[in-house]
């Protein structure tokens, strides 16, 4: 079992910036890769960065620019800074560890994001 935990959501105004944090305990040797999305109300889940355990990340298009995944050097605890944040950037941020046996992917408890104009 992996547990994941997200914190640093809030709310911010339009242009401003914050940073989610993700913890992961419990098998944690498993995961091999992580990986932030996001939900906004009557939206699908939508993959926002992702990172390999070895520290490769990854942007959809549209999501490059102001967006950073990072990783702490125990491997243990994944960031999300966020830049230049718009009204449409909120949403439900939520954590995604995965690892090579069934679940194969476990799901923090979402951290909400909430960007005033």
């Known amino acids: 079992q992996v547990q994941l935990v997200e914190s640093g959501g809030g709310l911010v105004q339009s242009g401003g910036s914050l940073r989610l944090s993700c913890a992961a305990s419990?098998?944690?040797?498993?995961?091999?890769?992580m990986g932030w999305y996001r939900q906004a109300p009557g939206k699908q889940r939508e993959l926002v960065a992702h990172?390999?355990?070895?520290?490769?990340?990854s942007y959809p298009d549209s999501m490059k620019g102001r967006f950073t995944i990072s990783m702490d050097n125990a491997k243990t605890t994944v960031y999300l800074q966020m830049n230049g944040l718009e009204p449409e950037d909120t949403a439900v941020y939520y954590c995604?560890?995965?690892?090579?046996?069934?679940?194969?992917?476990?799901w923090g408890q979402g951290t909400q994001v909430t960007v005033s104009s």
């Open positions: 995604n560890a995965r690892v090579p046996t069934a679940p194969a992917s476990y």
């Open positions: 990172i390999t355990k070895g520290g490769t990340t």
């Open positions: 419990g098998s944690i040797f498993r995961i091999y890769a």
